[in-house]
């Protein structure tokens, strides 16, 4: 693709370009947005007509209240047109980006399918001159292999030579970018320092800027593994883990918080099956994974402990979790560890409500979650409460009217550093927490 710097230094000359977004979840919309804030014509294309309807019909798509006004304001302005037409849309544009994951099957191996088929789509209305953006995570060499030869198979063109293809992540600064070749590279960084201040490193190789991105991820999952052990040893020796943190923070150690939204993340899976089929074993990822587990065990102990304390048992217990979302404060459904231990506790015989204020009960119940429309609803006559999820919604729940909806004596288990104990004590509650002593 022919594009020199000059050609889109400025909003109006911009305008002359057409971006696509293929995958239009919560960080292919916050893309959208920055494309046409930049200046940018971008079409949102989604295979999912109810992302594509929330579009069109302004419904809230972010938590942030500026990124909802943003997009309706773009949608209504016609800068950003939504459809369900992958192929069309690719037709119609210069610069193609993607933000279709890679998937977890139900036995935790990679599934492929649905990137590949995004591919095919996009193949099918590419053009020549154009330029693809691959800005998902993916396993090294993805993009010279899986994405590259479904382009050319379902284009009958040549990367390289008919359109270009890079691999470009921004949002771990520093930015990257690399190509298949040097064009590639070069169009796809003067494209990206058009919506963002962050400086943006050129990589040579593909496969290089592939496993900065994974193995950056990866090592962010060992520390909240980490942090988890150190929880777990906390309370075990009767030491709050937020105390410990707040000392070492003060100075060059920083402790960061056991998210365990975070924990069983899907790329662990992706990574550590890419390993085994070059018959590498990865011990501390293998070992994170495996901590993961346990701590998933250690929630439901807590959990039995609590309802010791009320004097009732686990089994036939009614327990409320709240927060499904895999980042807090924001609709993500990267989040297997909820799902694990909703499923734990099912087969211990626990009647198990769900909520989570960013999801609705339909879409949790299609999810596979037994959830409630309202928090009132989900902690009416529960034995115990879990919370999940840091939303800042759960921080600034009234523990007061909880405690009378609640069938008290009741306990509650924090497991996402929200909840103050002494308050949560205050109101009745048998209260214990992840590494809280």
């Keep these: 693709m022919n594009i020199e710097k000059g050609n889109i230094d400025t909003k109006e000359k911009r305008s002359y370009y ?24 971008v079409i949102a294309a989604d295979k999912n007509p109810q992302i594509v ?46 933000f279709v994951p890679i998937k977890i099957d139900e036995k935790e191996k990679p599934d492929y399918s649905c990137l590949e088929k995004a591919c095919k789509d996009v193949g099918m209305g590419l053009q020549k001159g154009s330029l693809i953006i691959v800005m998902t995570t993916v396993t090294p060499g993805t993009t010279e292999r899986l994405i590259k030869e479904t382009l050319e198979t379902s284009s009958g063109l040549k990367a390289g030579k008919d359109f270009g293809l890079g691999y470009a992540q921004l949002s771990i600064p520093p930015g990257m970018v690399a190509g298949i070749d040097k064009n590639s590279s070069q169009v796809a960084a003067m494209i990206l320092e058009t919506i963002t201040d962050n400086p943006i490193i050129m990589v040579e190789d593909l496969k290089v800027a592939e496993s900065a991105q994974l193995f950056s991820l990866i ?23 937020v105390e410990v943190q707040k000392v070492l923070n ?54 039995k402990k609590a309802l010791r304390k009320c004097g009732k048992p686990l089994r036939r217990s009614r327990i409320t979790i709240l927060g499904v979302s895999g980042t807090p404060d924001t609709k993500d459904e990267k989040n297997p560890f ?9 087969s211990k015989g626990v009647q198990v409500r769900v909520y989570d204020p960013f999801f609705a009960q339909k879409e949790l119940n299609e999810m596979g979650y037994p959830a409630e429309k309202t928090l009132k609803q989900a902690v009416e006559n529960t034995d115990c409460i879990i919370i999940t999820v840091p939303h800042e919604r759960f921080g600034k729940m009234n523990l007061r009217r909880l405690s009378l909806t609640a069938k008290m004596p009741a306990a509650m288990v924090d497991l996402a550093y929200i909840i103050n104990p002494e308050k949560a ?8 927490g992840l590494g809280r002593g």
């Design 250 to 303: 003060k100075g060059y150690s920083v402790l960061t918080f056991p998210q365990v939204s975070r924990l069983n993340s899907k790329l662990v899976h992706v990574f550590l099956n890419e390993a085994e089929a070059l018959n590498l074993k990865m011990r501390i990822t293998s070992s994170a994974k495996e901590t993961a587990e346990e701590i998933l065990n250690y929630a439901i102990r807590l959990v």
């Design 338 to 346: 909820v799902k694990k231990l909703m499923k734990k506790l099912i």
């Design 219 to 241: 090592q962010n999952h060992v520390k909240t593994t980490l942090a988890s052990e150190f929880s777990v040893f906390c309370d075990k020796i009767g030491v709050d883990y």
């Design 425 to 432: 004590k205050k109101e009745g509650f048998a209260f214990l």
């Design 18 to 41: 057409t971006v696509c977004v293929v995958g239009c979840g919560r960080k292919g919309l916050t893309y959208a947005c920055l494309f046409a804030d930049a200046g940018f014509k």
């Design 53 to 98: 309807s929330i579009m069109k019909t302004g419904k809230r798509a972010f938590h942030e209240k500026n990124l909802n006004q943003i997009l309706r304001k773009h949608v209504k302005d016609g800068r950003i047109i939504a459809t369900t037409e992958v192929k069309e849309a690719c037709a119609k544009s210069n610069i193609i980006t993607m």
